[in-house]
């Protein structure tokens, strides 16, 4: 029963965006339909994911029994379709599933083509429950590929200015990286001799690789460092980790502001789930013997990211290469092979997802009543000022937003952020603490933001904004709940999330 | 005693609750919530005068209520166990009665000095948070929660300095606030962390076992002794929060708030956190040797923010800066192992502090100048007005008297301790040697300063003739109030010394209230688990001390009437003249008005610093990855698709060209290079 809701979750959402284009026309009637339909459909999506607990047994640490089936698909070349999830995975789909709604309820009123974009962001979601619910690599590769196609779309069709460069620029980057992937995949299928499991994720684990070694010419390396840093490009790209990031503060400016939450919220994660599901437990001798690199890099993204942010006058730009800084916290969390440092950098991805998400929002909130998101505008004159005079439940919102990336105690990001020093600390002190400057700095463009549009007296331009209505209050207040409930109460999702990856550090200690 | 639970619960709970009532209601409420806020300290403060007492009576010095909950495990390994719990001795108990006595007065005088503000309500939400966030600090059982209670009471000062969003002033100052002491806490957070490491928690008890054990000693942070890094961490962690040298810019700044939420970060909270934190980690400092870094930062910060305080134009700036200097003594006291008397100074500051940001708020509120429809706050126009608010006048003066270390008065008692044990330190202990000299003096000279800067403000604001004629015919004659004057007043008597030594001077003669004779030298011991810091205890060392405390008193003395009496010479009786004495000494005047340059230094380091690396970083990022690597990787591709395009272009001529060419060149290389 459980699989089979787990199977409804996935294809839900393809079915009702498919079940979209029998709407030919663009009249009213049938966008409102259209939307409601939408959002009905996330909005149920979202209940089934949370039925899926029921069927969760919270004490075991692999692939939940009673959520995962496997049917053979392409036998001859050992290609099953087999789905599968367990805490780390479950934790990123509820992610995923309560942010849909909320993006649907945020696009309510998109004005160009509603019904092919809704019925993109509803294939979207299914890739994306897809990519963090197949246990096959076939399968795997397939969704992750096939996320671009709406992404593709969604930012250059519905984009800003710049739409299609940017557009572009994300498609090939990420293209580009997953290349590499499927080449280690392919090894791993031919390398493994796993027979009928060569392309089952699980199957894989347990140092199957730890004694292959490939031939590069006449060059003999080990597989598991040829695979782990193959797979390490795609990842990386997607995270995005210092020098791949790029593609993101493009994309993020130029895509509307549903798909810059989705992007920040859960597409970046999938880059280091991948680290979580596939380069660690398949290749945990590269892990352990690179995860100075990893950390390293991590730390290069927490700084540099955040004296980025420190240089931006747009308003997503600086978010985006928040996203940055922040997302290297959760690398220095991986790389740190501890269990503090490892549940730090899962709790780092939901807690990160609900920040940034939060803060795209109102970016989002904003830009629908000014049309501009410069906080300094290129004449050095303010983008907006006084706002906290005159939109009082926005500056709160707001308020809670920052706090909640810049890491306040109390809200949610604080314990993921203190979990990963702690688990960093002891292996690699001197970078943990060059990552106290990111937390410094963290704070430093944020409030620098905050300072510059919500102090003094409002302009003419900001007294014709109205506050935020019951429609962007409805979706800001979940997230608003859950950065404030996750911060002083992490334990629910501790517990979700702590067998798992238990069970994935374990593989460490043998080595380290 | 018998604490319980439920009672300790109240205590803490109750302004969270007051607070989540106001977030949510406070415009919906009648009187805009105040009352909610208010009921939110009051009940905690009378449940703690309960506990005090109950402490009074049972008058065991080492009392401990230990009692802790699993917040979360991420294994069922211990180390891997988060904890959240309750830690309360006689310590905690002093400073809970303190923060929730002095929060509920500065409660009541908010609701007559923000009367009329539209965002009264938000007001009382956030102090409301504040002092909740004060009580867990000093409920906490471990570092861990009192960091995070540390950092919300960052957020509440961030947000009460920024209160008055108009101002694009405060929104600078907020700012500056929370960068400043954040600065400060992310050093914390890493000892924090590095305690943990090697400890396998953060409790307290667990810490000092730890230490007493010696289990720490050959532990070492990138080379550094364990023990010592944390210390240091702990210490940085007090700069930024209690002000101290180099880190002490942002709290005059802060008093862009409103002026009872000054009170409040000055005195009951916020800068006490870091004096706290370090009676809480005094054990570890001592342990490191760090004692004697502590005393140069204390005493350089006392003296530095007097000498500032001289010149001072705002009667709040005057006030800032003799917090600044304050704390500095109690983190001098630390540094000098005067742990009882720092602790006291921080109980007396706290409410003579109050007293004297509460009445200069009853003075600005008083003085409305109407055509910026702001308080005004300069002293340059006031003065006289001690016969328009005789009360405040009162009170402030009752407060004045405390903070200059006039005798009878609660300052005297206990800055006059630190200065006796700094003086037995450097004297005593440390054989009077140069090095351990310096913080002494300093320590002393600002104590000629203080009473000087405080009565010079007490004369310019409430003495002689007025200096702005309609300002002062504008203001109205103070009739008692209950929520304005009752405050004030209860602050000014209790800045009695009688009430913390039980007797007069402080010191064996003039004892009138026998029963809690010394309470706080007995109660407040540094005991920490199974480690007793307390005093030396040998005949000579005593006799020593006595005699470095009877010097220290005899010289405190002195000092503070010859900063009263040239006070008045100055601008009382006006034998001197300030004005002619700041103009032959304009290079120091300008020195201390410029608040030694620091602030302006700092500022502008950071502001270059920072925008040296983000002007780096975009360039490198825009230019060097974005355009060069990624963009130029395109372009080549590019080019080879030119190339090929060329190549490929379909014409027979250019294809047979190409052969041509190629055979040719085949042919050449053939020819010419192989033999």
Aim: charged share 10%.
């Amino acid at each position: 029963m459980g699989a089979i809701i787990l199977n409804l979750v996935l294809w839900l959402p393809m079915l009702s965006a498919l079940g979209l284009l029998i709407f030919t026309s663009q009249s009213s009637e049938d966008v409102k339909r259209i939307k409601w339909i939408s959002l009905i459909s996330t909005a149920f999506t979202f209940l089934l994911t949370l039925d899926l607990l029921f069927y969760f047994d919270f004490a075991n640490p692999s692939i939940q029994p009673a959520l995962s089936m496997t049917i053979p698909w392409i036998s001859s070349f050992h290609i099953n379709y087999t789905l599968g999830i367990d805490g780390i995975s479950y934790s990123m789909l509820f992610l995923n599933n309560l942010l849909f709604p909320i993006c649907i309820l945020c696009s309510w009123n998109i004005e160009k083509n509603p019904r092919s974009f809704f019925a993109l962001m509803l294939f979207l979601q299914t890739t994306i429950i897809g990519v963090f619910s197949s246990l096959d690599f076939f399968m795997f590769y397939c969704f992750w590929e096939f996320m671009l196609i709406p992404m593709f779309f969604l930012i250059s069709v519905w984009g800003g200015e710049n739409r299609e460069y940017a557009a572009t620029k994300f498609f090939l980057y990420t293209f580009g990286g997953s290349i590499f992937m499927l080449v280690a995949i392919i090894g791993i299928y031919f390398v493994s001799d796993a027979g009928p499991d060569s392309l089952n994720m699980i199957a894989m684990q347990g140092g199957l690789f730890a004694k292959k070694t490939i031939a590069l010419g006449s060059w003999k390396i080990p597989f598991s460092d040829f695979a782990f840093w193959l797979l390490f490009i795609g990842f990386a790209v997607k995270v995005p980790l210092f020098p791949f990031h790029t593609w993101l503060p493009h994309a993020h400016v130029q895509a509307p502001t549903a798909v810059s939450v989705i992007l920040a919220g859960v597409l970046l994660k999938m880059g280091t789930y991948g680290f979580l599901r596939i380069s660690y437990p398949i290749f945990p001798e590269a892990a352990a013997a690179y995860s100075y690199v990893i950390v390293l890099l991590g730390l290069i993204s927490v700084i540099y990211g955040a004296f980025c942010a420190l240089a931006q006058t747009d308003m997503k730009k600086l978010i985006a290469y928040s996203s940055v800084s922040h997302m290297g916290f959760v690398m220095m969390g991986l790389g740190s092979l501890s269990t503090s440092g490892t549940n730090g950098a899962v709790l780092q991805m939901f807690n990160h997802g609900l920040s940034s998400a939060m803060l795209f929002l109102l970016v989002g909130v904003l830009y629908e009543r000014s049309h501009h998101r410069w906080i300094v505008r290129p004449d050095h004159t303010l983008g907006y000022t006084g706002l906290s005079k005159h939109m009082p439940k926005y500056t709160i919102v707001m308020l809670i937003s920052l706090f909640a990336a810049l890491g306040l105690p109390g809200l949610s990001s604080f314990i993921s952020e203190f979990l990963i020093f702690l688990g960093a600390f002891k292996s690699f002190t001197l970078l943990t603490i060059l990552g106290a400057i990111g937390l410094l700095f963290g704070a430093a463009y944020l409030l620098w933001m905050y300072r510059r549009m919500f102090f003094g007296t409002p302009s003419e331009e900001v007294k014709t904004y109205e506050d935020m209505n019951w429609r962007e209050i409805l979706y800001m207040a979940p997230l608003c709940f859950l950065v404030i409930f996750l911060g002083i109460m992490p334990a629910p999702l501790i517990d979700l999330v702590r067998f798992s990856v238990e069970n994935l550090v374990k593989k460490f200690t043998v080595l380290v | 005693m018998n604490i319980g639970l439920t009672e300790i619960l109240i205590v803490f709970l109750s302004p969270f609750i007051a607070y989540i009532i106001n977030a949510l209601a406070w415009k919906k409420l009648p009187r805009h919530g105040d009352f909610v806020s208010i009921l939110g300290i009051a009940i905690p403060f009378v449940i703690m005068l309960g506990l005090f007492f109950q402490m009074l009576s049972l008058s065991d010095p080492n009392f401990l209520f230990m009692q802790s909950f699993e917040w979360f495990r991420l294994s069922d390994n211990p180390v891997d166990i988060f904890k959240v719990g309750i830690y309360i001795d006689n310590l905690a108990i002093v400073m809970l009665t303190m923060v929730t006595g002095v929060a509920t007065l500065i409660h009541i005088f908010s609701s007559y000095y923000m009367h009329g503000d539209p965002n009264y309500g938000r007001f009382f939400t956030y102090l409301s948070l504040f002092t909740g966030a004060m009580i867990g600090l000093v409920l906490s059982q471990n570092l861990l929660t009192l960091f995070i209670f540390w950092e919300l009471m960052g957020f509440c000062s961030y947000a009460l300095i920024g209160f008055y969003t108009e101002k694009d002033r405060a929104g600078y100052a907020s700012m500056k606030a929370f960068l400043t002491t954040r600065v400060g806490d992310v050093i914390l957070l890493l000892g924090i962390v590095a305690l943990w490491i090697h400890v396998g928690s953060v409790s307290y008890s667990d810490i000092y076992q730890a230490l007493a054990s010696g289990s720490l000693n050959d532990k070492h942070v990138l080379g550094f002794s364990l023990i010592g890094f944390a210390a240091f961490c702990m210490i940085c962690g007090t700069i930024g929060k209690s002000a101290q040298f180099p880190l002490q810019i942002w709290l005059p700044d802060a008093m862009m708030g409103p002026t009872p939420c000054s009170a409040l970060i000055h005195a009951a909270t916020m800068v006490a956190a870091g004096v706290y934190l370090l009676l809480r980690m005094y054990p570890l400092i001592h342990t490191a040797h760090l004692d004697l870094l502590v005393a140069y930062i204390g005493a350089i910060t006392a003296f530095i923010a007097a000498s500032i305080a001289l010149v001072q134009k705002d009667l709040k700036a005057v006030l800032a800066y003799s917090t600044v200097s304050q704390l500095g003594y109690m983190v001098l006291g630390i540094g000098v192992a005067a742990y009882n008397a720092s602790f006291m100074h921080l109980i007396t500051h706290a409410i003579f502090k109050a007293c004297l940001f509460l009445s200069a708020g009853s003075v600005i509120h008083s003085l409305h100048d109407d055509e910026t429809g702001d308080g005004v706050q300069e002293l340059a126009r006031m003065g006289g007005l001690r016969k328009k608010l005789p009360l405040t006048h009162l009170a402030m003066l009752l407060a004045t008297l405390a903070i200059s270390g006039v005798p009878f008065f609660s300052g005297f008692v206990s800055k006059d301790r630190i200065l006796g044990d700094a003086l037995f330190w450097s004297q005593g202990i440390n054989g009077g040697s140069f090095l351990y000299l310096i913080p002494t003096i300093l320590g002393f000279i600002s104590a000629v300063l203080t009473p000087f800067y405080m009565f010079r403000m007490m004369i310019l604001a409430f003495y002689g003739e007025t200096r702005d004629k309609k300002l002062y015919d504008h203001c109205h004659h103070e009739h008692f109030a209950w929520n304005s004057n009752l405050p004030l007043l209860i602050l000014g008597f209790l800045s009695l010394g009688v009430f913390f030594s039980g007797s007069l001077t402080g010191q064996s003669w003039g004892v009138i209230l026998p029963s809690i004779s010394e309470w706080f030298s007995k109660l407040m011991v540094p005991v920490f688990g199974s480690i007793n810091m307390a005093t030396a205890t040998t005949e000579v060392l005593e006799h020593a001390q006595h005699s470095a405390h009877h010097t220290a008193t005899l010289v405190s003395l002195a000092l503070a009437a010859t900063g009263i009496g040239f006070a008045f010479l100055f601008y009382f009786w006006k034998i001197f003249s300030s004005e002619n004495l700041s103009k032959s000494l304009h290079g120091i005047y300008n020195f201390l008005s410029e608040k030694w340059y620091l602030d302006k230094i700092l500022m502008t380091m950071t502001y270059k610093v920072s925008r040296f690396f983000y002007s780096i970083a975009k360039w490198f990022d825009n230019v060097f990855i974005d355009a060069i690597l990624v963009d130029g990787s395109a372009v080549l591709v590019n080019l080879g698709n030119i190339i090929l395009r060329y190549m490929q272009s379909g014409h027979i001529q250019r294809y047979v060209t190409v052969m041509v060419v190629g055979v040719v060149s085949y042919l050449m290389y053939l020819a010419y290079f192989v033999k």
